[in-house]
């Protein structure tokens, strides 16, 4: 306000404020009274607040509040505060560069990650070459062409698995903390360390929903990554994966062993005769491999694989007395026989070794085995980079 005279400031306005916040605070009239200041609720005749009119104008301030997205993302199980994370990014409310200069704070426009591009929400979250790097490892891609953050996430959300959803939203909040970090602090992760710790929190963040205790054992063997990891030294890990083929009425299992330096061991694909559900054919597909590994003498070994059912189900000491029960049982049977076995949890992305070990049984006839030499079709997938 001008001091002594009941009017605006406007050159002042103008320069603290943004344009849109300056153009309502002019809009303002002044009493011709000196009352005090009050509170009043435009969207309301009597200026006096009620939640319906606060939720009509919800709904009034963009088309995209009508989107699904909204609904898609508040059902989404994953922490509170992700969800809140999001919330922010699409309504663009992030405190990036570009909304920085917008409100008057001199920072530079170069994003302080990639430092080649300007920093808005998009280009933080998405099209910024170390956030790249994190959809690539993470096996969600980048994406189609996008004009903003809103579309890229209404066309994940459309197109993608609910559980590849709550990865996406994960990662894009790594993503924030991960530049937080470098701005604050200096440091920036790497990318494959970064996105691991994202599928472990989500991991633990379920369980701990679900009442399950997590105990050190399973912390450290690392549950839910999203990129493929050296097991413990001294140990071996068994990649598991199956593959129902409808038309065929058979499905088929892939196993891929390495040892704690990430060398090749032993590889098997089969397929058998049979129409199952994806769960249960990934549980005939543990039980094929741990038949494997027995009859190869192997022990001290983590069979990891990609669904989350069969894995509660291989850790739980309670199991249904149904033809998935059954196989769960003689699952956990052979695990005795062998000796030192544990079973471990990861996000598919981690697990394309056995997926397409799994996959090419459907185009080849009978049983194949491969030991101390892999396939050359595997090598590319083997020299892919791990922690």
Known sequence: MVPGQRQWDNDL???????????LILQVPFSTRQNEDRWFWLADPKGKFIVRSCYNVLNSVSNASNSKVWKFLWGLEVPGKVKHF?????MNILPTVDNLLSRKVEVSLICPICSVANEFVFHCLVECLFAQSYWLLSSLGTGGRCSSFFEWI???????RKEDCKLAVMVC???WINRNDKVWNGHNGRAQNLVNVVGHYLFHWQEAKRKNFITVEQVQLGHGSVCWGKPPPGWLKCNVD?????????YSFGGVIRDSGGAFIA???????GLFRPREAEALAVREALSWIKNLQLSKIIVEIDCLNVYSALVSHDTSPNGFGLIITDCQALALLVGEVRFSFM??????NAHNMAR??????????????????LCPMLTVSYD
């Open 347 to 352: 996000r598919r992305s981690a697990n394309v």
């Open 242 to 250: 199956a593959r129902v083929f409808s038309s065929q009425s058979r």
């Open 360 to 377: 090419v049984r459907g185009f080849m006839s009978g049983p194949e085995e491969w030991k101390d030499v892999p396939p050359p079709w």
């Open 13 to 23: 306005v103008v320069d603290i404020f943004n344009t849109r916040d300056a153009s």
């Open 154 to 160: 209404e066309q994940i959300f459309i197109k993608r």
């Open 173 to 175: 909040w790594r993503l």
């Open 267 to 273: 590889a098997k694909c089969q397929s058998f005769p």
């Open 86 to 90: 999001i919330w922010r990014a699409l």
